[in-house]
């Protein structure tokens, strides 16, 4: 498949990016070189991160990064709280090692995986994704993690296997927003097989170079750049491969409100609000709002998915 660059790029967008970009060539260039002591004091900081030295994966975007504080303490986490400050300090209690991972439903492979062994069959990449809320704001985010779909081969999908569904943990005790009513527990979320195979679809178990904070879903969540944020489920203990489109989460709250699909359309308002622009999380109260792109911008990546659809229709 022909992945073509970005090309709606702010060129102010680009300058930071090329600077994260930059730090972390420096970083591996010192480690190869073992001239570490010779870089100035904030490299040296950098390079102790966890994942400093993991290679950038080929569908990186050349985007101005969020910060980590923007992109670390204004969550959407419902097991918790519905306020996107809460789960901040609410996730900490999450007991997320070791992490056990169900995997049913049409496969060859199907059972318990402890997360350290899919681990170990699954080279951690650098991603850096835009991200876009349903609720109209948009951050861009550099992911540690591996590819979706080259993980769901390893547990060997059958033919039947059109649609792919992921389960979040359920445990009130811990996620206390579980014992409300704000969703029909546990969170479910899917996708077509086909959406799942996509080379731009994501399992992450980083961010920023460091393991997920659990706040953003540890120890592993989905990301898929395309779709509005609900699709990027976090706390992930089951995968299950039907052949039917499973029931997901937000779907069932409010199927006229949020499609299955939900993929990013700036054509297709919520019912409550527009979806033609998207407020950049972090930026001034000056700045413009930003055009919302159709797919997120991922559209010469992921458009033939979806050929021959009305996108008002399936939305
Ligand atoms: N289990 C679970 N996953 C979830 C959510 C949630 O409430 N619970 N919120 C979703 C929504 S609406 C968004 S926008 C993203 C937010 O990801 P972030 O908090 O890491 O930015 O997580 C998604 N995944
Ligand atoms: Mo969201």
């Not at 049913?104 to 876009?132: V, Y």
């Amino acid at each position: 498949m022909l992945i073509k660059g970005k090309s709606s790029i702010l060129s102010s967008e680009i300058t930071d990016r090329a600077i994260f970009q930059n730090r972390r060539k420096i970083i591996k260039a010192a480690a190869g070189l073992s001239i570490a002591s010779l870089l100035p004091s904030t490299a040296n900081a950098e390079q102790t991160k966890k994942y400093a030295q993991v290679p950038s994966g080929p569908y990186s975007a050349n985007v101005q990064v969020t910060s980590i504080e923007d992109a670390t303490n204004y969550t959407n986490y419902y097991e918790f709280s519905t306020n996107k400050k809460d789960s901040t300090v609410l996730a900490q209690p999450l007991k997320t090692s070791p992490w056990v991972i169900t995997v049913e439903g049409e496969a060859e492979k199907t059972g318990k995986f402890n997360l350290e062994d899919i681990l170990k069959n699954n080279p951690l990449e650098e991603r850096i994704s835009r991200f876009r809320c349903v609720e109209a704001w948009s951050m861009v985010v550099p992911w540690i993690g591996f590819p979706l779909g080259a993980m769901l081969q390893q547990f060997k999908p059958t033919a039947k296997a059109k649609f792919v569904e992921f389960t979040t943990l359920y445990n009130p005790e811990v996620m206390v927003g579980q014992r409300g009513k704000s969703l029909d527990w546990p969170y479910v979320e899917a996708l077509r097989i086909d959406e799942a195979m996509h080379p731009l679809a994501f399992m992450a178990t980083g961010m920023y170079d460091e393991d997920l904070p659990k706040q953003n879903g540890a120890p592993l969540r989905l990301v898929v750049p395309w779709k509005y944020g609900f699709k990027s489920i976090k706390a992930i203990v089951k995968i299950r491969f039907s052949e039917t489109m499973p029931a997901t989460a937000w779907n069932k709250m409010a199927a006229g409100e949020y499609g299955f699909y939900a993929n990013v359309n700036p054509d297709v308002p919520h019912p409550r609000w527009s979806q033609s622009r998207e407020r950049i999380l972090g930026a001034s109260i000056f700045t413009p709002k930003r055009k919302t792109e159709l797919f997120n911008g991922y559209g010469d990546q992921v458009a033939s998915l979806y050929t021959d659809m009305d996108l008002k229709k399936y939305f």
